[in-house]
């Protein structure tokens, strides 16, 4: 029931863009964007909460296609700060709530 | 003030040992929720507390056990645990439970068991 994110893992030199895909087999009602860096917490990004939302966040927005049960990251001019693993996350059944299976972006110089 | 508090940073127990968690929120949400992560893998949901009783138990094993003295305070004891249970132990807590709520998280308990 997890969301499965793509690419598993990308890297990036600093100023290149780059698009991070959260795909769910059942009907998504909101999706949650989360950042880790290695050794600390989840951060919480931006949330969507009905199909065809956008938002966003600095030079970091978000999608939420609900007919095709997809969002994506968009991640725009990015910066050495970016680096982490990314999660999507939602509740199927407004019960238990699913992160995605990441995505690990590498921020080069 | 988002801050969510986790102690101890690193645990290392044997495996007859019994030891305990603690999580403290001051933000006056009233739901908290423990998660278990393993290297390179998502965060799993174990438990949900939603005003201050227990509303989601994921099969967790039963050494493994919650606790929520009052609506700032979440605990999770230990005992008898496995060396698979090595892992990030994550806390977090948001306004109330639900699929629209934002979770803020405490940088986590790393625990080892021999």
């Known amino acids: 029931q997890q969301p499965v994110q793509s690419p598993q893992a990308v890297i990036l030199r600093e100023g290149e863009d780059a698009v991070i895909n959260c795909s769910s087999s059942?009907?998504?009602?909101?999706v949650h964007w989360y950042r880790q860096k290695h050794g600390e917490a989840p951060v919480f990004l931006m949330i969507?909460?009905?199909?065809?939302e956008q938002k966003g966040h600095e030079k970091i927005s978000a999608s939420f296609n609900e007919k095709k049960q997809q969002s994506s990251l968009y991640l725009t001019a990015s910066q050495l700060s970016y680096s982490g693993t990314y999660f999507c996350g939602t509740s199927y059944n407004f019960n238990k709530f699913y992160f995605g299976s990441g995505t690990k972006l590498n921020v080069k110089p | 003030d988002t801050e969510v508090t986790q102690t101890p940073k690193h645990l290392v127990m044997g495996m007859t040992n019994k030891k305990s968690l603690k999580c403290e929120q001051h933000?006056?949400?009233?739901?908290m929720y423990w998660y278990k992560q393993k290297a390179k893998k998502p965060p799993e949901l174990m438990f949900v507390?939603?005003?201050?009783?227990?509303?989601i138990n994921e099969s967790v094993p039963s050494r493994f056990s919650p606790e929520c003295p009052n609506s700032s305070l979440l605990n999770l004891h230990l005992h008898a645990l496995q060396p698979e249970d090595s892992a990030l132990y994550l806390c977090a807590s948001s306004q109330d439970y639900g699929t629209v709520n934002i979770q803020y998280f405490g940088a986590g308990t790393r625990l080892s068991v021999l």
């Open positions: 059942k009907a998504l009602y909101s």
């Open positions: 507390y939603s005003y201050e009783k227990l509303s």
């Open positions: 969507l909460l009905k199909g065809g």
């Open positions: 933000m006056g949400h009233r739901a």
